[in-house]
Antibody, heavy 111, light 112 residues
Framework: EVQLKESGPGLVQPSQTLSLTCTVS????????VHWVRQPPGKGLEWMGV???????AYNSALKSRLSISRDTSKSQVFLKMNSLQTEDTAIYYC?????WGQGVMVTVSS | DVVMTQTPPSLSVAIGQSVSISCKSS???????????LHWLLQSPGRSPKRLIY???NLGSGVPDRFSGTGSQKDFTLKISRVEAEDLGVYYC?????????FGGGTKLELK
């Protein structure tokens, strides 16, 4: 069964760095790409970036300067790091294989 | 970036009614391979999005056939025949033809 599960801190202080982990099962990261998508409270979906199956990455240009995606294939994990967080980065963060989505993790940026 | 415009932003329906949701893109969504990468997602209340339809008209696994997708180029429609309670939530169209992937603003389907 394909599963994706996000984990990370629920609260981050302004200007700090967000670190999230997406742990997958039921497939190999070398066979499928994994995307990160976020959703501010009560709002729509924003694509953030992708870890392609071959190991390269691509980012939303609006976030590119602050965002980094990496992976550890041996642990079936994809990592998201985003620095200089502001209150507008408060959102539910999802990792997704497009067909399959994680449950999401709510991240609040607040002092 | 490709702008995806969904209408209406919300719909109030009775169980058993049929409804349609429109999605228009700012550019043609036909890829160089001839396929059109326009998809429909449903986000039920408090849940993660779920893919319903891929490449305009293909139903995802387990998706009831009361859902159907049509359209081409820049103009697409999701139709739900005989709405059931489990269909309530927010519907999004999404394109993956052009980089970056983009989503419509969503259409909230509510009970009348």
């Amino acid at each position: 069964e394909v599963q994706l599960k996000e984990s990370g801190p629920g609260l981050v202080q302004p200007s700090q760095t967000l670190s999230l982990t997406c742990t997958v099962s039921g497939f190999s990261l070398t066979d499928y790409s994994v995307h990160w998508v976020r959703q501010p409270p009560g709002k729509g979906l924003e694509w953030m970036g992708v870890m392609w199956s071959g190991g390269s990455t691509a980012y939303n240009s609006a976030l590119k300067s602050r965002l980094s995606i990496s992976r550890d294939t041996s642990k079936s994990q994809v990592f998201l790091k985003m620095n200089s967080l502001q209150t507008e980065d408060t959102a539910i963060y999802y990792c997704t294989r497009v067909v399959y989505w994680g449950q999401g993790v709510m991240v609040t940026v607040s002092s | 970036d490709v702008v995806m415009t969904q209408t209406p932003p919300s719909l109030s329906v009775a169980i058993g009614q049929s409804v349609s949701i429109s999605c228009k893109s700012s550019q043609s969504l036909v890829y160089s391979d001839g396929k059109t990468y326009l998809h429909w997602l449903l986000q039920s209340p408090g849940r993660s999005p779920k893919r319903l339809i891929y490449q305009v008209s293909n139903l995802g696994s387990g998706v009831p056939d009361r859902f159907s997708g049509t359209g081409s180029q820049k103009d697409f429609t999701l139709k739900i025949s005989r709405v059931e309670a489990e269909d309530l939530g927010v519907y999004y169209c999404a394109q993956t033809t052009h980089f970056p992937p983009t989503f419509g603003g969503g259409t909230k389907l509510e009970l009348k």
